[in-house]
């Protein structure tokens, strides 16, 4: 079975810093992974997704993510932090690309220290 | 706004009742998934229905059922409620053309005493 495991479940950076979190994905065959950010009282909005089109993958908000087959890592980074990326993000796998049965990772609160 | 709706926003009700969570996909959107994220669970994939018929189940207890209406609004009911189904249960829903998306809803939280 395919599962993600996300590295740090809370990520403090500063404003204008890199931000960077880890996920690693676990999978026999090679997975479709995905990006997804939660905000505060808020349903899950899609971030970046990899589909194994291209490694180096950019979302919305500036936020990029880079599949390493090698590293069986997907992680997400942003050069320059902004105080509204503050939110729960979520890494996620799924096997079957068109069958959106996702399996999500634990989640990972990033706070934006002014 | 994912255009997917669910009610009630929050419920509140009490041990060994029963309740019914409601959720209208984003028009066009033929699969409903249904979530329950917990913070000790984090998300679990409790159950898709694809046009009416179920596609996929995960966690799902057997005191929880949900279905799928030809109008593809969807419900999930909890029974005999217990402490531990405190959560926020989401519904998301995507457009099945392989694009990978779900749109989620906002989620309907239940508190259980």
């Known amino acids: 079975a395919q599962s993600v495991t996300q590295l740090g479940s809370h990520v403090s950076v500063s404003e204008g810093a890199l931000v960077l979190l880890r996920c690693n994905y676990s999978s026999s065959v090679p997975p479709y992974l995905f990006w997804y950010v939660q905000y505060p009282n808020q349903g899950l909005q899609l971030l970046l997704k990899?589909?194994?089109?291209?490694?180096l993958v950019k979302g919305i908000n500036g936020f990029e993510a880079e599949f390493k087959k090698s590293e069986t890592s997907f992680h997400l980074t942003k050069p320059s932090a902004h105080m509204s990326d503050a939110a729960e993000y979520f890494c996620a796998v799924t096997l079957n690309f068109g069958n959106e049965k996702l399996t999500f990772g634990t989640g990972t609160r990033l706070t934006i220290i002014p | 706004d994912s255009g997917v709706t669910q009610t009630p926003k929050h419920l509140i009700t009490a041990t060994g009742q029963r309740v019914t969570l409601r959720c209208s996909p984003r028009s066009g959107d033929l699969s409903v998934y249904w979530y329950q994220q917990s913070l000790d669970q984090g998300l679990q994939f409790l159950i898709q229905y694809y046009n009416g018929e179920e596609r996929a189940k995960g966690n799902i207890l057997e005191r929880f059922s949900a279905q799928q209406f030809p109008d593809l609004h969807s419900e999930l009911n909890l029974s005999s409620l217990e402490l531990g189904d405190s959560a926020l249960y989401f519904c998301?829903?995507?457009?099945?053309?392989?694009?990978?998306?779900?749109?989620f809803g906002e989620g309907s939280r239940l508190t259980v005493l």
């Open positions: 990899y589909t194994s089109a291209a490694t």
């Open positions: 998301a829903s995507s457009r099945a053309s392989n694009t990978g998306e779900l749109f």
